[in-house]
């Protein structure tokens, strides 16, 4: 946004603007550069919403906290196909939230419980949960 943007901007909202809303999307800084070089227009605006962009490493942490809560955990293969999902998810002009790393463990958790004959050997045998108990994600239950 250039200045003669902002003096326009600053000008109209300096008459009533009622429930006006202005949303002034950019990254962090050149945010913070436009708003502190332009003091008058910054204090128009009386609530900042920042919204992160996680990394896939931190959304990798957050899926497998979300199964340990859960009662699942995530074995190694099933680690490396979440990380394949996450990152299949990501696009350019799309991050992936954590909303839509729960849909994919929801998926996986719903995946683990399906019945089949190998799953019943499995859960006879104890081989489908670790030492705590909690259900094993595997590979499979990620690759939908």
Known sequence: MNEKTVSRLNKAMERDTGELLLVLEDQRKPLDRL????????RKFTSRLEVPIFINDELVTFGQTYAQENGYRIDEMGMLALYSRIDALQREDHAVTI?????????????????????????VFGKNTDDADRILLTEKDFNI
Request: overall charge positive; glycine content about 0%; aromatic content about 4%.
């Open 35 to 42: 708003l502190s070089s332009n003091r008058e227009f910054r």
């Open 99 to 123: 909303a839509e790393v729960k849909e994919v463990m929801d998926e996986a958790m719903a995946h683990s419980q399906k019945a089949s004959a190998k799953k019943l050997m499995k859960r």
